[in-house]
């Protein structure tokens, strides 16, 4: 059983930070690639950050690259996503997602979800 659970969303004001956490159980999953993804209401699903297997291998999406960080725990079983800067247009639902085969960017290819945690960015 392969299960992901994010935390960490809240209301915060633009500029503010917020740091995401996804736990992850089930198998190996130090072994996966991991992600984050956002969805906006009305909007399509959007890549935001992944992370190689062992953590050194880090692609973020242009509209957060420099003010989001992702990184894992493999001893703790959980990926984060620190988030500062933020902005009114970050605010989402997140969803922590997981392939075991890929390095990859798009939302199809990756097997396992969490069930989202919200982030509003008030102006």
């Known amino acids: 059983q392969v299960q992901l659970v994010e935390s960490g969303g809240g209301l915060v004001q633009a500029g503010g930070s917020l740091r995401l956490s996804c736990a992850y159980s089930g198998r190996t999953l130090s072994s996966y690639f991991m992600a984050w993804f956002r969805q906006a209401p009305g909007k399509e699903r959007e890549f935001v950050a992944r992370?190689?297997?062992?953590?050194?291998?880090?692609y973020y999406a242009d509209s957060v690259k420099g003010r989001f960080t992702i990184s894992r725990d493999n001893a703790k079983n959980t990926v984060y996503l620190q988030m500062n800067s933020l902005k009114f247009e970050d605010t989402a639902v997140y969803y922590c997602a997981a392939n075991a085969y890929y390095s990859t960017s798009n939302y199809y290819q990756y097997t396992y979800w969490g069930q989202g945690t919200q982030v509003t960015v008030s102006s």
């Open positions: 992370i190689t297997r062992s953590g050194e291998g880090i």
